[in-house]
């Protein structure tokens, strides 16, 4: 199973991004971006279920943040408008099998992270 995370980068406040994750070895139920700033715990941003594409996001996410996956490619993405400075962390993209599942712990197999940097 791997988990390939790509698509950060450094960003002005007010942009855009989009972050891919490509997932290749097995078909997991429940899909999730986490981000982790510096000096602080892993947290949870959005999910996504494989089989009914349901999206689910932190509160703090919701309105700028967007989890979709391609079948085409079997890839994961989180799109973020708006990019803020407090947006700056490391984002990683993980794959378990629990369905409603917002804690680190949940989840089973976690990419390499892609690094977002926001310059004010």
């Known amino acids: 199973v791997q988990l390939q995370a790509s698509g950060g980068g450094l960003v002005q406040a007010g942009d855009s991004l989009r972050l891919s994750c490509v997932a290749s070895?097995?078909?997991?139920?429940?899909y999730a971006w986490f981000r982790q700033a510096p000096g602080k715990e892993r947290e949870f941003v959005a999910a996504y279920t494989w089989r009914g594409g349901k999206q689910s996001y932190a509160d703090s996410a919701k309105g700028r943040f967007t989890i979709w996956r391609s079948n085409r490619d079997n890839t994961l993405y989180l799109q973020i408008i708006s990019l803020k400075p407090e947006d700056t962390a490391v984002y990683y993209c993980a794959a378990g099998y629990r369905t409603n599942a917002r804690s680190p712990q949940d989840y089973d197999y976690w990419g390499q992270g892609t690094l977002v940097t926001v310059s004010s």
């Open positions: 070895g097995r078909t997991f139920g429940n």
